[in-house]
């Protein structure tokens, strides 16, 4: 078992169980429990740059110093931040945070208690003098994936197509620029499922520092908005934004950066929200076409197409739900 023989890489105490956790797209993910303590380890995908790590430990190292609950990452025997197996491939170890994951989230409460932890988050990051080295290339890189579809569309059915055109028009009315916000780190990746909650709902730690980029911060909630404030999941045809959920975000997410939101700054994450699930729509439509890169749920779809073509139908009806002025 492969991830039995990586751990040799690190000093640890006898190990008791390795299992997979989680449903991440990316990596994949095992929770290993030892006689000395519990952690993560995960398999890097190959899209993620070496220099991701020292990111992750740049950043990580801050928040947790300005008391923000994040993975610690582990360095290996010989002080690096990952170890490769005899294939090649990336491995790392993090300390596990107790808390609870979840993939949706339908009341007010907790959505405002995500959007206070993440508030408290881009507060500290915006203090931040760090410029990132390792983030993937074109990632939230909107006006580059969207030209990406317009590459791969022709190969689409003729409905995805449609949606695809679509996504090709709205997208420019929607771009965000420094006029409106100045940029800074970011985690690059707020789905639900990177936070972590107490069995009372609380918020209480951030995971997944894979995605840390320079950005606007308003991309970053906008993305958050799309998966928090979403009742059903993201391969949902149906899925729609709920106003209430957002309402209590923003409020949360005010009460973290310790100010109240202007009606400018509130519009614009609600801009942000509704460009965010049609680049998703975007990378999801990609991936049908070029089938090589996100993960897919076996025991509900037969290949990685078909849950791709649910993720992007479910994303463009999200977006085409959201209001802005």
Same mark, same amino acid.
């Given at each position: 078992?492969? @991830?039995?023989?990586?751990?040799?890489?690190?000093?640890?105490?006898?190990?008791?169980? &390795?299992?997979?956790?989680?449903? =991440?797209?990316?990596?994949?993910?095992?929770?290993?429990?030892?006689?000395?303590?519990?952690?993560?380890?995960? *398999?890097?995908?190959?899209?993620?740059?070496?220099?991701?790590?020292?990111?992750?430990?740049?950043?990580?190292?801050?928040?947790?110093?300005?008391? +923000?609950?994040?993975?610690?990452?582990?360095?290996?025997?010989?002080?690096?931040?990952?170890?490769?197996?005899?294939?090649? @491939?990336?491995?790392? +170890?993090?300390?596990? &945070?107790?808390?609870?994951?979840?993939?949706?989230?339908?009341?007010?409460?907790?959505?405002? #208690?995500?959007?206070?932890?993440? =508030?408290?988050?881009?507060? !500290?990051?915006?203090?931040?003098?760090?410029?990132?080295?390792?983030?993937?290339?074109?990632?939230?890189?909107?006006?580059?994936?969207?030209?990406?579809?317009?590459?791969?569309?022709?190969?689409?059915?003729?409905?995805?197509?449609?949606?695809?055109?679509?996504?090709?028009? #709205?997208?420019?009315?929607?771009?965000?620029?420094?006029?409106?916000?100045?940029?800074?780190? &970011?985690?690059?990746?707020?789905? &639900?499922?990177?936070? +972590?909650?107490?069995?009372?709902?609380?918020?209480?730690?951030?995971?997944?520092?894979?995605?840390? /980029?320079?950005?606007?911060?308003?991309?970053?909630?906008?993305?958050?908005?799309?998966?928090?404030?979403?009742?059903? @999941?993201?391969?949902?045809?149906?899925?729609?934004?709920? #106003?209430?959920?957002?309402?209590?975000?923003? %409020?949360?997410?005010?009460?973290?950066?310790?100010? %109240? !939101?202007?009606?400018? #700054?509130?519009? !614009?994450? /609600?801009?942000?929200? *509704?460009?965010? $699930?049609?680049?998703?729509? @975007?990378?999801? /439509?990609?991936?049908?076409?070029?089938?090589?890169?996100?993960?897919?749920?076996?025991?509900?779809?037969?290949?990685?197409?078909?849950?791709?073509? %649910?993720? %992007?139908?479910?994303?463009?009806?999200? $977006?085409?739900?959201?209001?802005?002025?």
């Amino acid at each position: 078992m492969k @991830s039995r023989t990586i751990l040799s890489s690190w000093q640890l105490d006898e190990v008791i169980t &390795i299992a997979p956790v989680g449903n =991440g797209l990316i990596n994949t993910t095992y929770k290993v429990a030892t006689l000395g303590g519990v952690f993560v380890l995960q *398999k890097i995908h190959e899209i993620i740059p070496d220099a991701a790590a020292v990111d992750m430990m740049t950043v990580t190292s801050y928040l947790a110093e300005h008391g +923000l609950k994040v993975p610690k990452l582990i360095l290996t025997n010989d002080g690096q931040p990952f170890a490769v197996d005899g294939e090649g @491939s990336r491995w790392r +170890l993090y300390s596990w &945070i107790e808390g609870v994951v979840v993939n949706a989230i339908d009341n007010e409460e907790m959505t405002r #208690e995500a959007g206070k932890v993440v =508030g408290k988050m881009h507060g !500290l990051l915006a203090k931040l003098d760090y410029t990132p080295a390792g983030s993937i290339p074109h990632f939230h890189e909107t006006e580059y994936i969207v030209n990406e579809l317009q590459t791969v569309s022709p190969e689409l059915s003729s409905e995805l197509a449609t949606i695809a055109q679509d996504i090709i028009d #709205e997208v420019p009315k929607l771009l965000l620029d420094e006029s409106r916000q100045k940029k800074q780190v &970011i985690h690059g990746d707020l789905k &639900i499922s990177n936070l +972590l909650f107490d069995e009372a709902g609380k918020a209480v730690g951030v995971i997944d520092f894979d995605t840390i /980029l320079e950005h606007f911060s308003a991309v970053d909630l906008g993305d958050a908005l799309r998966s928090w404030c979403n009742k059903t @999941s993201e391969d949902d045809a149906s899925a729609v934004i709920d #106003e209430g959920l957002c309402e209590a975000a923003l %409020a949360g997410y005010a009460e973290g950066l310790g100010r %109240a !939101l202007t009606t400018d #700054e509130r519009n !614009l994450y /609600l801009r942000a929200t *509704k460009l965010i $699930a049609l680049e998703l729509a @975007s990378r999801f /439509l990609i991936d049908v076409v070029r089938d090589n890169y996100f993960g897919f749920d076996s025991a509900r779809y037969p290949d990685r197409r078909s849950h791709n073509i %649910a993720r %992007a139908i479910g994303q463009y009806h999200l $977006a085409q739900s959201i209001k802005i002025s």
